[in-house]
């Protein structure tokens, strides 16, 4: 779905997350954002602990203690708070930003968020993951789908030669 606004505020579109995969040369992890229609792919660099709190909301891994993201979630349920939707707002030298929107009696506000943990959230709360459409024109796409298939997460299952 297309979240259509008025003029003055930037188009989004709806992604999902595809896969977080490991960046075999750095200590991170590679979220893989899927446009809803399947055709545009937006990945961004997280650290190793927020990529496992992603993998491990995608897997629906439930932990003997909360973490910080089930204790967020947690308080805006008990604070009847709606949280509506995450917005990848911006990027700026390869860093990307983020908005947490959460709604109460009829006010929507918004909360700046790393979009690790706008992400995380997201999928703890099932409420869709939006990208401001010229976040997408500015992203380095510069040989994407070699790169994607080069990081492909490997069947451990199968030996290789």
Known sequence: ??????TD???????RVQQVVEDKGTDTRIVVLQHHQGNDVLPIWVGAAE????QWAMDSVVTPRPMSHDLIRSFATH?????????ITDVKNS?????IYLASKG???SIDA??????????????????????LK????????AWLAKHEPKNIDTQEV
């Not at 505020?9 to 992604?15: C, D, G």
């Not at 990529?51 to 992603?54: F, H, L, P, R, V």
């Open 95 to 99: 860093t990307f930003y983020a908005a």
């Open 138 to 145: 500015r992203r380095s796409s510069h040989n994407l789908d």
């Open 51 to 54: 990529g496992t709190a992603i």
């Open 1 to 6: 779905m297309e979240h259509t606004q008025s």
């Open 107 to 109: 006010v929507e506000r």
């Open 114 to 135: 790393r979009p690790s943990d706008a992400i995380a959230l997201a999928l703890r709360s099932h409420c869709p993951i939006y990208v401001v459409s010229d976040v």
């Open 79 to 87: 604070l009847n708070l709606k949280i509506q939707r995450v917005v």
């Open 9 to 15: 505020t930037p188009k989004l579109m709806e992604f």
